[in-house]
């Protein structure tokens, strides 16, 4: 039998994600807001080219923007 989030296909990762953000929802204010603080998250990445690091590039930006271009070009 396989477990509930992989049948649905989710990652693992993505599971304990997604319980970690009921878990938070379900607190009282003030705990809530420290364990949100907790929850954020600011992932950064930059292109290596010939031994030279690039600009260093905001994940969740970038990846919005390929999202919508990507969505974008499948509409055409």
């Known amino acids: 039998m396989?477990?509930?989030w992989k049948?649905?296909?989710l990652t693992?990762?993505?599971y304990l994600a997604v319980a970690a953000r009921v878990v938070r929802r379900s607190l009282k204010e003030q705990p809530r807001l420290q364990a949100e603080k907790?929850?954020?998250m600011d992932l950064?990445?930059?292109k290596w080219q010939n031994g030279?690091?690039?600009d260093n590039k905001n994940l969740a930006k970038e990846n919005a923007s390929a999202m919508a271009e990507h969505a974008s070009?499948?509409?055409q």
């Open 7 to 9: 049948a649905s296909g």
């Open 52 to 54: 030279k690091q690039g």
């Open 44 to 46: 950064r990445f930059a």
């Open 38 to 40: 907790r929850g954020e």
């Open 2 to 4: 396989a477990f509930a």
């Open 73 to 75: 070009q499948g509409q």
């Open 12 to 14: 693992y990762n993505r």
